[in-house]
């Protein structure tokens, strides 16, 4: 699609008028007599369960100042000592009045550990969580978190866990840090509460898609199995009159790993253009991080260049009427050799809120980088309440606004096309080839590159090529 970008005022415009005519690492360490820090902050905490499944530090945060806080300024750590083995750890989130969406939980490890602390759970809030207003609470935060093998654990040497605690009360043995200076509580003796994060854990159990592709060709029958169809329907987008072809889709081994691949060719008409399409068969992905690592390619791998390709990955729902509000799509796309205006190879990231196809109007956000992409690369799309980021490498390539987040489902979808024939007339057979190493989604969490590479690695050494647990 061309990439046209409308104002929030434009888009809220167009809105009415289809609505109108449809009807309407620290250096200062306390010591260990040190008095518990007190500021704007007070944290008060609550036994969940005294038991041995999992650990349930229910908490509240008081805004004890005199003026109004942003709870996206705020962490809070809860301290203990992890098991024998030094097991990983998940944690969950089982109701907020803050809403859980909005609550983060990150696993980090102490740089000086105790008898009773080597590990803390920090808690973090998104923008969507709002503010405190003085004097106002957080409300309950129903926080837990288990080993990640789901074995019995033991609380009763963790520092910050209180067995009598039967109901809210202020805690001191939980820190808690308001725009990175620590105002409440106590560290265990000799560590700092703003040393950073260690993000080797994931920061939840979120219902998670994972899939190494490891099939064996187009109509393996684990691929329809697993919840995925091989395109062979005709339509857009591309050249009219295209095929989409399922054998197109192959596999063969990379880098110790199988990868699929898209292979796009063409001899310069319609109906020698072969387009290729892999998507999820159901539309049940919202907000979560999606990742996968893709092999974009600037060259054919035979033939004349020149084509005007976009090679993808992108989650996607149906536009059920012209400029409907429920609309939803969110892209990687890679031109190659340019297009939609652009003279040269560019990577889109596009976020969109809604189009009409005819005449062409479209409600986006998108951020480009006008240079070669060929090679490998690790994309990364999160979806909070609060906005859309794109990670390319690890690094944050785009931010988008609260206004393009989605309204329902989306399905997950790879595909390689061409825009149209015009940029290359000649009649040679030529063809392109798009790799995709793997793809995760995780519900409901917003994972860093980091931890989606260690989750990742995680599936790989455990020998899991496949998981769709998302309901």
Known sequence: ??????????????????????????????????????????????????????????????????????????????????????????????????????IVGTFGTLARPTATADRYLEIGFTSGAGSLAAGADTGDLQLRFHRSDWQALNQADDYSFGATQSTYANWSKVTAQLEGTTVWGTAPEGNDPTDPPDPTDPPGDGATLFDDFTYTAYDDPRISANGWS????????????????PQNVTFASSG??????????????????????????????????????????D???????GDRLVQTFFTINDLKAPMADDYAEYD??????????????????????????????????????????????DLVLTIDDSSIRYYVD??????????????????????????????????????YDQQ??????????????????AKVAGYRAAGTAFEDTVP
């Open 256 to 297: 110790g790993n199988t990868v699929m691949n898209l292979e796009t060719s063409t001899a310069g008409t319609a109906a020698t253009t072969e387009q290729t399409e892999v998507l999820t068969k159901a539309m049940k992905f919202r907000n979560g991080t999606y990742a996968a690592r893709v092999r974009f390619s």
């Open 394 to 431: 690890g690094r944050l390539f785009g931010t988008h606004d609260a206004a393009y987040l989605p309204e329902r489902p989306m399905s997950i979808n790879f595909n390689q096309w061409l825009i149209d024939l015009a940029g290359r007339p000649s009649t040679a057979p030529r063809s």
């Open 1 to 102: 699609m061309r990439r046209t970008t409308l104002s929030r005022s434009a888009k809220r415009s167009l809105t009415c008028a289809v609505a109108a005519s449809l009807g309407c690492a620290g250096l200062l360490a306390l010591p260990p007599a040190a008095a518990a820090a007190t500021g704007d902050l007070a944290v008060q905490y609550h036994a969940g369960a005294t038991g041995s499944d999992q650990a349930e530090p229910w908490l509240k945060v008081k805004n004890t100042g005199d003026s109004s806080v942003a709870l996206s300024e705020v962490k809070i750590r809860y301290y203990f000592k992890s098991d024998a083995g030094n097991p990983g750890y998940r944690f969950a989130c089982s109701w907020a009045v803050k809403g859980c969406g909005n």
């Open 230 to 245: 091989v395109r062979s329907n005709a339509g857009g987008p591309g050249v009219p009159g295209a095929s989409w072809v």
């Open 332 to 377: 990687f796309e890679y031109l190659p050799n340019g297009g939609w205006g652009e003279p040269s190879n560019i990577l889109y990231t596009t976020s969109w809120e809604t189009y009409n196809p005819d005449p062409w109007q479209a409600v986006n956000q998108h951020t480009e980088s006008r240079q070669s992409h060929a090679g490998w690369h």
């Open 436 to 453: 995709v190493d793997y793809v995760l989604h995780v519900k409901d969490q917003a994972l860093t590159p980091a931890q989606v590479s």
């Open 299 to 305: 060259a054919p791998r035979s033939g004349p260049d």
